[in-house]
């Protein structure tokens, strides 16, 4: 056991994986608290799969240690192993079988003792909300069916940690809403850390306590979703302008940061309502104008200068859509 | 005991399996059928060895065909498990690469094992009489026969990335191991090229134990054939293992 900090379910050190011409994961530190649900948002690529792959076990870290529920990934992979849960990516269950047998087998792998298979499948059942449809083979479940019974079998034998990757990449968005439900609920009732990895906004923002943001390996912010677009100021105004005046803006007491960017002007602000009028009035001619909170997105503009690109998860889909055509 | 557990789980999931594609069982009798009948059928009216026809000659080597083919492409079908994330879940389970291994291995044994019953059970159509004797050693042998192959299949399987490969080693595994064992032609009086290269061969004693013991007269005495089929299962088993515990997930 770690010992000096025994709320941190997780803690990460130095953590690296090169692959031969890249660095996925580039000296990442890291400390999760108990119960927490943790987001990785980054890109495709970023490096957020490989972490949560390091922390599972599954892969080895050129460099740096994990410790998850106090036991060394390295060192003590069993014990690793039972204290987590792990949905993947790609479809993991079994289509050829029931998702009552899915389960079933999943509670002998893991150690489920025998006296309480039967009681913990029907609970992880019902949480997810599938007991009727248990006797039939996967391969007649819909997509967010296949999700739900694959979060279920990560909870079968009471992990402590649930690592989520991409739980609700190719899903259309009402069975995403209801797959954050389960989440929620999960993190609520069962009382599991949650790390989950994505590159939608919306989820980050609704589901975390907590989010790193992670580009090329490394994590360039973390905290709350509300102090990440805090730090932004409390609302943006972004608008196209004929010849700008932005000095004019840039001295204005409330205003806390002015960018132009391809004939666009971004303003950050603390309090936009009240301010707008006289903003546009000093700012000039305007075209189109908008005023919003800032998000998610804009926090990661702001820190890399691109944007995480929602569609760009092609080759996450295919590979889902391969899966699920086996 | 949670090991054991594991392996049962393991052998458990690829028996299911096994019994729910049918048309996978169908075709692996069809093809040995198509074997015994229309080569079998074909060449043996021309041909046969004193009283033993040539359906009966052969239908040991295509019980070992059938066995070969079934198992080691059961274990190269681990590639494809590798490929989707559904072997992750395998893997990230707390049991040991070697328990892992050994319940792919049983499971494909017993898949092997279903298969090859069917056939034993359409023998008489062919010739081929049994004795509990001659059974007994011939199930035997074909247990030998899908261990062995069915832990190459995962050997090559496990350090395989794509199907890319898979034609070459129908190619110059399982075809060269299948024409080079005497399944089809009696031992003695070959070329001496062709008389190395079937003594090299461990399928040869494979099919010569099963051979001797349904129709008598094997070229080599059965502790010979047993030595040899042991020998072969260990040292694939051993390989298995080891590439498991290498295999990168």
Same mark, same amino acid.
């Not at chain 1, 790609?90 to 047998?101: C, N, Q, R, V």
């Not at chain 1, 004939?263 to 936009?272: A, T």
């Given at each position: 056991m770690i010992g000096e900090d025994p709320l941190m379910i997780i803690k990460v050190e130095k953590l690296t994986k090169k692959y031969k011409d890249l660095t996925a994961v580039d000296h990442v530190d890291l400390t999760i608290e108990e119960g927490e649900i943790f987001g990785l948002l980054g890109p495709n690529g970023a490096g957020k799969t490989t972490?949560?792959?390091? &922390? #599972?076990? &599954? %892969?080895p870290p050129t460099e740096g240690v994990a410790y998850v529920n106090g036991y060394d990934t390295i060192k003590d992979p069993a014990n690793v192993r039972k204290s987590i849960g792990m949905v993947f990516q #790609?479809? =993991? =269950? +079994? +289509?050829?079988?029931? /998702?009552? $047998?899915n389960l079933y087998l999943h509670s002998l792998m893991f150690g489920v003792p025998k006296e309480q298979r039967k009681k913990r499948i029907a609970e992880v059942l019902k949480l997810v909300e599938l007991e009727d449809r248990a006797n039939q083979r996967v391969k007649t479940y819909s997509g967010g069916m296949r999700r739900r019974l694959e979060l279920a079998r990560g909870l079968l034998h009471k992990p402590k940690i649930l690592l989520l990757d991409e739980p609700t990449l190719g899903l259309d968005p009402q069975t995403r809403g209801h797959i954050w439900e389960y989440i929620e609920k999960l993190a609520r009732e069962e009382r599991v850390t949650v790390i989950i990895t994505t590159h939608y906004m919306e989820e980050a923002e609704t589901l975390c306590d907590r989010v790193a943001i992670i580009d090329h390996g490394r994590i360039i912010a973390l905290d709350s979703p509300e102090n990440l677009k805090m730090k932004l100021g409390k609302s943006m105004i972004r608008a196209k302008i004929k010849d700008p005046k932005l000095d004019l803006i840039k001295g204005l007491n409330y205003v806390t940061k002015v960018e132009e960017k391809d /004939? $666009?002007?971004? %303003?950050?602000?603390? +309090? /936009?309502g009240s301010h707008i009028q006289e903003i546009l009035c000093n700012l000039g001619e305007a075209s189109f104008v908008e005023l919003r909170e800032p998000t998610l997105n804009d926090v990661f503009l702001q820190l890399t200068g691109k944007e995480i690109r929602e569609e760009s998860a092609e080759g996450e889909i295919e590979r889902y859509a391969r899966a699920n055509g086996r | 005991m949670s090991e054991l557990v594991g392996l049962y789980a393991l052998w458990y999931r690829e028996f299911k399996v096994f019994l729910r594609e049918k048309s996978r069982i169908l075709a692996s009798i069809v093809n040995p059928l198509i074997w015994l009948v229309a080569y079998g059928g074909g060449l043996g009216a021309a041909i046969s060895f004193g009283e033993v026809g040539y359906q009966a000659f052969i239908f040991p080597g295509v019980i070992m065909l059938t066995t070969l083919f079934t198992s080691i492409f059961f274990g190269l079908y681990i590639v494809l498990d590798k490929r989707l994330d559904f072997f992750k879940e395998v893997l990230i389970a707390p049991l040991s690469r070697m328990t892992i291994f050994v319940g792919k291995m049983l499971g494909g044994c017993t898949d092997a094992m279903l298969q090859a019953l069917i056939l034993i059970c359409l023998g008489p159509f062919f010739g081929i009489t049994y004795t509990p004797y001659s059974l007994g050693v011939l199930v035997i042998f074909i247990l030998f026969i899908a261990a062995g192959t069915t832990s190459l299949g995962l050997t090559i399987g496990s350090q395989l990335n794509s199907?890319? /490969?898979f034609g070459l080693i129908q190619s110059f595994v399982i075809l060269p191991l299948f024409f080079l064992s005497g399944a089809l032609y009696p031992l003695n009086n070959l070329p001496d090229w062709l008389f190395i290269i079937t003594r090299i061969n461990p399928l040869t004693y494979i099919v010569d134990g099963m051979r001797g013991a349904l129709l008598g007269n094997p070229t080599f005495p059965l502790y010979v054939d047993l030595g040899v089929a042991v020998v072969f299962v260990l040292v694939l088993i051993a390989a298995g293992s080891i590439a498991f515990k290498k295999m990168k997930s």
């Open positions: 972490l949560l792959n390091m &922390l #599972a076990t &599954l %892969i #790609a479809p =993991s =269950s +079994d +289509d050829i079988l029931t /998702g009552y $047998e /004939g $666009e002007v971004m %303003i950050m602000l603390n +309090d /936009g | 199907f890319e /490969g």
